[in-house]
């Protein structure tokens, strides 16, 4: 009877290893579906860029390119592109941030998100958790950012994976 | 003696069942990997050419930004790009594609791939098997291939996961 509940024990461990095996990866093949999408963006625009004559024309370009993509099935995947100072160049999910700079912009918890960002960048890319507005919700959510510098350019890309 | 076997058969089981699951998420994980990257670039790419003069301009832009790009843990991703006639315009691995006409091309099972990529792309997108030459491996090897039309051009882009 005591070996039964040993046997019975060590399956339901089994079959938890396999179930929390499976969650742990979406968190990491959600990470590599952001690289996906900004690293073929920051090198598609870089490369596009260098045939543009001024900097309005790059910007529209830039806007055009990234306003219709949507990822994740929540579609809560989007894109954003800043200069180094802080200065919002295009937003897919709020567009009306374009033209600002967020230099000086902290999430709820204090962070100075988008010099964060820009230091990342600058280093050559990688990940920043910090808090943002998730579509369709209420309130700031905890998010998981990735950027990439845009090659030719002052500019660095962005995308995240919302952690809640 | 014979209740414990039977427990281990079950435990053998749960694990069997607990790996196959996550196996299966890897290539459907992958497929997402690969809309990501056709996608970003289908739209990026089909943004970037209506600022551009020609044809020319437009086929070493194209040329310049798949390039560089690879993915997947064993580098095994890439782009190619072909016209509705299926005349290649780009392709990262296999530069002397590069424009070559591939209509009757076939693969070691008779499959006309390329037909039937342009084909699939022309009906908006999506996934077509077929067998091609993998990176670092001798012979050709069973691919997912998923493709999407370029906007704004006679082009589509594709990639493809390999499937052995």
Not at chain 1, 20 to 34: F, G, H, P, V
Not at chain 2, 94 to 99: E, I, P, R, S
Request: hydrophobic share 35%.
């Amino acid at each position: 009877m005591k070996r039964q509940l040993i046997y019975s024990l060590i399956v339901v461990q089994v079959f938890a290893v396999g179930c929390n095996k499976c969650e742990d990866d979406s968190l990491e093949w959600n990470k590599q579906i952001a690289v996906a999408y900004v690293h073929s963006y920051a090198v598609s625009i870089g490369e596009a860029v260098t045939d543009m004559p001024d900097d309005s024309t790059r910007i529209a370009y830039i806007r055009r390119a990234i306003h219709p993509v949507w990822f994740y099935p929540d579609s809560s995947g989007y894109l954003f592109v800043y200069d180094y100072n802080g200065l919002n160049i295009a937003h897919t999910g709020q567009p009306h941030l374009e033209g600002q700079n967020l230099w000086d912009h902290q999430d709820t918890r204090g962070k100075y998100v988008v010099r964060e960002f820009s230091a990342t960048a600058l280093s050559g890319g990688g990940y920043v958790e910090y808090y943002w507005l998730k579509p369709g919700e209420t309130g700031e959510k905890q998010k998981l950012g990735y950027v990439e510098p845009v090659p030719n350019t002052n500019y660095w890309i962005g995308a995240g994976v919302y952690l809640e | 003696m014979k209740r414990l076997l039977m427990y281990s058969l079950v435990v053998v089981l749960a694990c069997t069942v607990g790996c196959t699951k996550c196996e299966d998420d890897s290539l459907e994980w992958n497929k997402q990997i690969a809309i990501a990257y056709v996608h970003s670039y289908a739209i990026s790419i089909g943004e970037a050419v209506v600022d551009m003069a020609d044809d020319s301009t437009r086929i070493h832009y194209i040329r310049r930004a798949i390039d560089p790009i690879r993915f997947y843990p064993d580098s095994s991703g890439y782009f190619y790009v072909y016209d509705y006639d299926c005349v290649n315009i780009a392709h990262a691995r296999q530069k002397n594609l590069q424009d070559q006409n591939l209509y009757d091309y076939t693969d070691t099972r008779g499959k006309y791939v390329i037909r039937e990529l342009s084909a699939m792309a022309q009906a908006g997108g999506g996934y077509v098997e077929f067998y091609w030459i993998k990176p670092g491996d001798t012979g050709e090897k069973l691919k997912l291939g998923y493709v999407e039309p370029i906007p704004n051009t006679d082009y589509f882009i594709g990639t493809g996961v390999y499937l052995e």
